[in-house]
């Protein structure tokens, strides 16, 4: 069984980012860049199925320029067994990520692609219903515990729901996308990451695609979270009902 993971090169969720004056940007030049956590579950969860028999190959794919390289070899390291660079500078929209998805898909034919929910940098949450929906295959979203049936013809995906959980089985080929308490990924070791330097990375560039890349979404402007005002401190109960009926005007 062939598994195909979509990876994304995002700030590191630890870093501090400053919104650039022009509000277009953020001031991302020297900031750290590691693998979209959704997406590293998805990835440790495809490695254990290779560890345990259910799949036999796993190729990771990550768009963007040149130093998403960097990348995709530490994908390699954690356990891929190749990778596919899709080469460009563009900012891409999820619409446009699932149609170059799609055409890997229908080039190289995995069983199943397993991404992340969400990248924590957009938090848009739907590139990989889009790519179910071109591909016309089941998809499976917060996948929290993912089994396979004894012929790997089909699988059964829960996930957490408002009323508990819910399962639902999907026929292969399939989209499944990850929620937080699926796995722990691990950590790469120093001999993977030496022999990850030696695995088959292919480069592709979006403009031998023939994909529409046009913008769909207009981007206003960006705008850092507001500035928390203090708290205020109250001697008793009827100073703090004061407050909050008379002043703030919230009771």
Not at 227 to 237: A, E, N, T
């Amino acid at each position: 069984m062939k598994v195909l993971i979509p990876i994304k090169r995002v700030i590191d969720p630890y870093v501090k980012i400053r919104v650039l004056p022009e509000q277009q940007t953020i001031d991302a030049q020297h900031a750290k860049r590691v693998i979209n956590p959704f997406d590293e579950i998805a990835l440790e969860e495809a490695i254990r199925w290779k560890e345990t028999g259910i799949a036999s190959e796993l190729t990771a794919i990550s768009i963007g320029p040149q130093a998403v390289q960097e990348t995709l070899r530490n994908a390699l390291a954690l356990g891929a067994d190749k990778a596919i660079h899709i080469l460009t500078d563009e900012v891409l929209e999820p619409l446009t990520i699932a149609k170059i998805l799609k055409n890997i898909v229908l080039q190289y034919n995995p069983h199943i692609v397993i991404m992340g929910k969400q990248a924590i940098d957009d938090d848009c949450n739907q590139t990989g219903q889009m790519l179910a929906g071109l591909l016309d295959w089941p998809q499976a979203t917060f996948a929290s515990k993912i089994v396979f049936t004894d012929d790997k013809t089909r699988c059964n995906v829960s996930r957490e729901v408002d009323e508990g959980i819910e399962t639902l089985q999907v026929v292969l080929p399939a989209v499944i996308t990850t929620d937080l308490r699926l796995n722990e990924p691990r950590y790469a070791s120093l001999p993977n990451i030496m022999k990850a330097k030696q695995k088959p990375l292919e480069q592709i560039t979006l403009a031998s695609m023939n994909v529409d890349v046009k913008p769909r979404v207009k981007k206003i402007a960006l705008n850092p979270p507001p500035v928390r005002s203090p708290g205020k401190m109250v001697q008793d109960v009827a100073e703090l009902v004061h407050f909050l009926r008379d002043i703030e005007k919230v009771i």
